[in-house]
């Protein structure tokens, strides 16, 4: 998913989101990635790049989003696009 859209995943169960590209969300404080939910989910092996504030956001459940790329290695630039 590229551009100015918001894809958001109500999950259940146990998931494994992995293997895509969010990127170009350049409006306002919309997340390339929303996920909500009662499951366990897995965030890995996926690229957030190129985007205006926050990569991912989160409702719900602790997610686990190791193995990603962010456009940067900096732990800080990182922690403040997760949410």
Known sequence: MYGNGLVTLDLVGTN???GNTFG???L???AALRVRGSGAYAIEANRFVGNYSRALTRVGAP???T???WGTASYETIYSMVG
Request: proline share 0%.
């Open 24 to 26: 170009g969300t350049t």
């Open 16 to 18: 494994i989101i992995t």
């Open 67 to 69: 193995c990603n790329w």
């Open 63 to 65: 997610i686990e989003a």
């Open 28 to 30: 306002g404080t919309n």
